[in-house]
C-alpha cells in the first residue's frame, strides 16, 4: 500500500482505523540510510560550512583591502541568492504602498504614519552592496504637526541596512593604525586639557570605550588633536585616517551628532581642513536638525540641552573661519542664536556655557560688521561708514567688560575663560579698526570729510595688533595656553604681526608709531615663539608662524639696519613708497603663494593656503597588521 492509499485508508474516526487493524497497532518498520550516504551528506553539510566562512572571511579582508588602497569597486557586485530582483525591486516589495518613489514608479499614498523617526525600516535580511543607490521615500503625515509644518517634512527617505560601510570596521585601532594605549593616552589629553579651551565639543566626559562605540570618525578626530599636541610621530597616519574616514561619510545617510563633534574637532585644530570640516559640520548639523532642539532644551529636556550646545559650537567654528578667511557664514542668527541668554538660564548650564555664549555673542557682532562692510577691500572708508563702526566698538567693549566680570577661574585651563576673551576682543578691535585701510592707495581714499576718522580708526588697529603682540610676549600663562589653543589663535597671532609690519615700514608717517619699537617686540615675540614651539610637533600651524615672522622680520629689518628710526618715514598712507621686492614673502610661508604680507590691504581675505599648506599622505603605509 503507498502512502497515499495509507492516508484515505485511515481518514476518519479513531474507531475505524482500531477496527481495521485489531486491538494491536500497526508495525512500523524503521527506516534505515545506507551509512555511505549518511556520511557524504554529513561531509557535503560540512564542507558547505567551512566553504561559506572561508568566503565571509575574504570577503572582509577584501573590503579592508579596497578601504586600505581607496578602491572600493574591489566589492562592488551583488551577491548571487536565488533572487534576480534588484534592491530597487526589493524595496518596492518592502514598502508596500505607503511608497512614492521619485524616480521610479509611484504608488497610492497612504495615511497616518505612526513611525516615531517618520521612516520605514527595510528588514536587516535585505542586503545591498554598499555603493548608494537612488533613494526611496514615503509620503508621511505627522499627526503631532500641524498644517504649518515644514514643506520637506512630509517626505522621507526609506532607510536601508546595509546600504553604509560598516563603521566598526573603520574604527582606527581596529584596523591597528594605533593602539588602545596610545589611543587612550591621545584621549586624555583631549579631554583633560584641549576639550576645555572649546567648551567641551565631547560633552559629557566619555570613556574609550564610548568613544569608540560612538563614531570612528569622533575617535580619528581625538586621536590626530591628541598625538598633534602630544607631539606623537603617530600623528600623520592619525590625520590620513581622520581625513579617510570624514570623506568616506560624506554621502552617508546615518550621521548623527557624534559626526558633528568629530569634525568640529577637526576644524578648530587640524590646519589645512578647516573650512572642509566645518562645511560638513553644518550640512550635518542641519540634517539631524540640531538647530529646532533650543525649543525643548529651553523646556528643560538633556538630550536637547546638550543637541544645542553642540549647535552654538558650530556656529562659533563656522564664523571662526568665515571672518579669517573672508567667506559668508553658512550658520545664520536664528532663534537658536537669539536665544542664546535664555538658554543660561536651563536648569542644566553650567560655567562653560557662560563662555560658550560669550562667544557667540562676539562672533554675532563680527559677523554684523562683515555683512554691513562686506569683503571689497579696494572700497574706501566714505563718512557714513564711521557712524556704524564706533556702534560696532562700543558693542564690543560692552561684551568684554559683561563676560571678563562673569568667567571664573578654570580647573583645566586656569585663568583662559577670562584671558581668552581679552584676546578676541582684541583681534575682533583689530578687524573693525583695520577698516580703514581699505582702498589705500585708490583714487577717493582719505577723502577731507573722513581723513581725522581714518587716522584715529588706523591708530586704534595699531593699538590692537600689539595688545595681542604683547599678551603672548609678557604673559607666561597664554605661553602656556599656546600649545592647546585652536589654529584660530594662531592665525590671529600671524596676522598681528604682517599687520604691524606693514604699518611701521610701509604706513609710519600717517599712524603714531614708534618703528624701533615695533621691531623689538616682534624680535621679542619671535624669541618667545621660538621657545614655545622648540617642542611643538614640526606639523603645529605655530612652528609655521614663528618661521614666517622670522623671515619677515629679517626682510623687514635686516641686522645691519637695526637701530632707532624716526616715526615719520617721508611717506603717506595715499602714497607709500618703498620698495615692494624686499617685501616679497611668496616664497617663505612654506611654500604656498601668498600676498606679500600674507594680507588683503589688512583685510582678513588672505589665502588659507599660505598656513593650511599641510595635505594628507594618499601613500602612506599602514603599520603591519599582529
Not at 559668508?328 to 536664528?334: I, N, V
Not at 619671535?526 to 622670522?550: D, F, I, Q
Request: with cysteine; glycine share 6%.
Amino acid at each position: 500500500m503507498d502512502g497515499i492509499g495509507f492516508r484515505n485508508s485511515v481518514s476518519g474516526s479513531p474507531a475505524t482505523a482500531m477496527a481495521m487493524f485489531g486491538d494491536k497497532p500497526p508495525e512500523i518498520t524503521p527506516c534505515t540510510v545506507n551509512k555511505s550516504l549518511q556520511m557524504i551528506l554529513e561531509s557535503d553539510a560540512d564542507w558547505k560550512t567551512k566553504t561559506e566562512s572561508r568566503l565571509k572571511a575574504l570577503e572582509g579582508a577584501l573590503g579592508k583591502l579596497g578601504d586600505h588602497l581607496s578602491l572600493p569597486e574591489l566589492l562592488d557586485y551583488e551577491m548571487e541568492d536565488g533572487n534576480d530582483e534588484t534592491p530597487e525591486q526589493q524595496l518596492q516589495q518592502h514598502s508596500g504602498s505607503g511608497v512614492v518613489g521619485f524616480g521610479g514608479s509611484s504608488s497610492a499614498l497612504v495615511g497616518p504614519s505612526s513611525s516615531s523617526n517618520h521612516s520605514a525600516l527595510v528588514s536587516p535580511q535585505l542586503v545591498v552592496n554598499e555603493k548608494h543607490i537612488p533613494s526611496q521615500f514615503e509620503v508621511i503625515m505627522d499627526d503631532s504637526a500641524g498644517p504649518a509644518a515644514i514643506p520637506g517634512s512630509v517626505i522621507s527617505p526609506i532607510m536601508v541596512y546595509g546600504a553604509d560601510v560598516n563603521r566598526a570596521e573603520q574604527d582606527i585601532i581596529t584596523k591597528g593604525v594605533i593602539t588602545s594605549e596610545q589611543a587612550q593616552a591621545f584621549l586624555d589629553i583631549y579631554q583633560n586639557r584641549l576639550d576645555h579651551f572649546l567648551y567641551r565639543i565631547m560633552g559629557d566626559r566619555k570613556t574609550l570605550a564610548e568613544v569608540r562605540k560612538a563614531s570612528p570618525l569622533l575617535l580619528a578626530a581625538v586621536s590626530a588633536v591628541g598625538a598633534l599636541h602630544l607631539g606623537s610621530p603617530d600623528f600623520d597616519k592619525c590625520y590620513q585616517e581622520f581625513v579617510t574616514i570624514a570623506a568616506g561619510q560624506s554621502f552617508s545617510r546615518k550621521n548623527t551628532v557624534e559626526e558633528v563633534r568629530g569634525l568640529c574637532i577637526g576644524a578648530f585644530w587640524l590646519s589645512g581642513l578647516e573650512w572642509q570640516c566645518i562645511g560638513a559640520a553644518v550640512r550635518i548639523a542641519t540634517d539631524i536638525q540640531l538647530h529646532r532642539s533650543i525649543f525643548k532644551a529651553l523646556e528643560g529636556d538633556r538630550t536637547h540641552y546638550l543637541r544645542t550646545r553642540l549647535y552654538y559650537l558650530v556656529y562659533i567654528c563656522d564664523h571662526h573661519f568665515s571672518i579669517a578667511y573672508g567667506r559668508p557664514p553658512m550658520t545664520k542668527q536664528d532663534d537658536t542664536i537669539k536665544a542664546a541668554s535664555a538658554f543660561l538660564q536651563t536648569e542644566h548650564a553650567v560655567q562653560d556655557d557662560a563662555r560658550l555664549i560669550s562667544q557667540v555673542n562676539l562672533w554675532s557682532v563680527k559677523t554684523d560688521v562683515y555683512e554691513t562692510f562686506g569683503i571689497d577691500v579696494e572700497k574706501p572708508l566714505t563718512v557714513d561708514m564711521i557712524d556704524p563702526i564706533r556702534r560696532f566698538s562700543i558693542r564690543l567693549d560692552e561684551i568684554r567688560a559683561y563676560w571678563t566680570e562673569r568667567l571664573a577661574h578654570n580647573r583645566y585651563v586656569g585663568n583662559y575663560p577670562r584671558k581668552g576673551v581679552g584676546l578676541h576682543y582684541h583681534f575682533a578691535k583689530l578687524y573693525l579698526y583695520s577698516l580703514a585701510f581699505r582702498g589705500v592707495g585708490k583714487p577717493g581714499f582719505k577723502s577731507p570729510d573722513v581723513a581725522l576718522d581714518i587716522d584715529e580708526l588706523a591708530n586704534s588697529a595699531l593699538l590692537s595688533a600689539t595688545a595681542i603682540l604683547r599678551a603672548v610676549v609678557q604673559d607666561q600663562e597664554i605661553q602656556n595656553f599656546l600649545n592647546g589653543l585652536p589654529t584660530y589663535f594662531d592665525i590671529m597671532i600671524a596676522f598681528a604681526v604682517v599687520f604691524v609690519l606693514k604699518v611701521s615700514t610701509k604706513f609710519a608717517a600717517s599712524v603714531a608709531i614708534d618703528t624701533s619699537e615695533i621691531r623689538s617686540l616682534v624680535a621679542d615675540l619671535v624669541r618667545v615663539l621660538k621657545e614655545v614651539t622648540s617642542n611643538m610637533h614640526p606639523r603645529h600651524l605655530l612652528t609655521s608662524v614663528t618661521r614666517g615672522a622670522e623671515i619677515l622680520l629679517e626682510r623687514c629689518c635686516p641686522p645691519e639696519l637695526r637701530g632707532p628710526f624716526p616715526s615719520n618715514a617721508h611717506v603717506t598712507m595715499s602714497q607709500p613708497i618703498f620698495d615692494e621686492n624686499l617685501y616679497n614673502m611668496s616664497s617663505h610661508w612654506t611654500g604656498a603663494s601668498a600676498d606679500n604680507f600674507f594680507m588683503g590691504e589688512f583685510d582678513f581675505l588672505s589665502t588659507q593656503d599660505v598656513l593650511n599648506s599641510f595635505q594628507p599622505d594618499l601613500q602612506y603605509q599602514l603599520p603591519p597588521q599582529p
